[in-house]
């Protein structure tokens, strides 16, 4: 019996490309030259595609594939498939939410007390050498009295709220409407939220919808003393904005795990002091990466072997 033929736009973690060979025939884009070559020889018999975001799945790639019937997109977050459009033609997107929520929470969490009490920098002075010279100096910032507002109160930012709710942190939040099960006042606009929080967490999604929604009026508004803290995606903030602000005191420090153009990050943030900067590890722990793994391949082989899928995304509901 002849095996669904994939596509893989990867590489993958190991344990994805192994059972996904066991129950595919899997085509792998860059033991290739050309990528297009590639497509056009494959295409007819392509019927799914693994994606761990190497090339963006865009509606020019779909619709190369006549036979494709489902994307399986490794993440939460999958700005770089044009679910839309693929919805419009009926076939399946799949993501990989909820594994990975209180995972993502915490690395927030964390970059926001690395950003606030300066941990990495204290780190960095004992690493020095120079605690037996001088104590670290008092950090200016504190969590405490300190209100966070959330853009993008979902999965993570409530996650995140609850978090800054046993720190006795306020919390506040921001997003396309107002959620009728939730007490935290509602902005409807995002310079309003800024100019009343200290704390501005982002956790919505990337794309064009939000493509620099953090941009020099809100850092403006955030202020002096505002801490801005990026988990969503890099695309959300106007990322030269932000550098002007951190260089000029506009705007008093920033944690950020995700950046415009991954995985390069500007020499004038990496000069910084008062930027804590993640390489994008806000699920990057073996248990939550493996979780997130088995769900690539869980909705891959449920399509194929049931026509159903674990996790569709909202643009391609299961009908
Ligand atoms: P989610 O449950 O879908 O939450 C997304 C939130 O963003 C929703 O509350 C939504 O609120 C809001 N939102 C969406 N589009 C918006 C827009 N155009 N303007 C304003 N708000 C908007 O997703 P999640 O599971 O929490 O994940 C959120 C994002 O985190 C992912 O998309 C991904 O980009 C990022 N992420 C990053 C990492 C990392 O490693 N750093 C890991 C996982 C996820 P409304 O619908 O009310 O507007």
Not at 9 to 16: C, E, K, L, V, W
Not at 129 to 151: C, F, N, Q, V
Not at 197 to 218: C, R
């Amino acid at each position: 019996l002849s095996q669904p033929e994939i596509l893989m736009i990867g590489p993958m973690m190991q344990m994805i490309e192994d059972q996904l060979d066991a129950a595919f025939t899997v085509h792998r884009h860059w033991q290739v030259d050309d990528f297009d070559a590639l497509v056009d020889t494959v295409a007819p018999v392509i019927r799914g595609i693994a994606t761990s975001h190497a090339r963006p799945v865009d509606a020019a790639l779909i619709d190369r594939l006549p036979n494709l019937e489902v994307i399986s997109n490794f993440g939460v977050g999958y700005d770089t498939v044009d679910a839309a459009h693929a919805g419009s033609k009926g076939i399946l997107v799949t993501n990989t939410p909820d594994v990975l929520t209180e995972e993502v929470a915490d690395t927030a969490f964390g970059l926001l007390l690395m950003t606030v009490r300066e941990l990495s920098a204290a780190e960095r002075h004992l690493r020095a050498g120079k605690w037996s010279d001088g104590a670290y100096p008092l950090t200016r910032s504190s969590l405490r009295d300190r209100t966070m507002g959330i853009l993008g109160l979902g999965r993570i930012g409530k996650a995140i709220a609850r978090r800054a709710e046993a720190s006795e942190v306020g919390v506040v939040y921001c997003g396309r409407s107002q959620q009728p099960d939730v007490d935290y006042r509602y902005y409807a606009d995002l310079v309003d939220m800024a100019r009343d929080v200290d704390i501005l967490m982002s956790v919505i999604p990337g794309g064009a919808a939000t493509q620099h929604i953090i941009n020099a009026e809100v850092i403006e508004a955030l202020g002096p003393q505002g801490i801005l803290i990026n988990v969503g995606r890099g695309s959300a903030v106007d990322e030269k904005a932000l550098i002007s602000a951190l260089q000029s005191g506009a705007l008093f420090a920033a944690g950020l795990d995700v950046f415009e153009h991954e995985p390069s990050v500007p020499d004038e943030l990496m000069a910084l002091n008062n930027a804590v900067l993640l390489p994008h590890v806000g699920s990057a722990s073996v248990h939550t990466r493996d979780a997130m793994g088995q769900l690539v391949v869980d909705n891959l082989t449920g399509w194929f072997a049931s026509k159903s899928v674990l996790t569709p995304v909202a643009e391609t509901p299961v009908s």
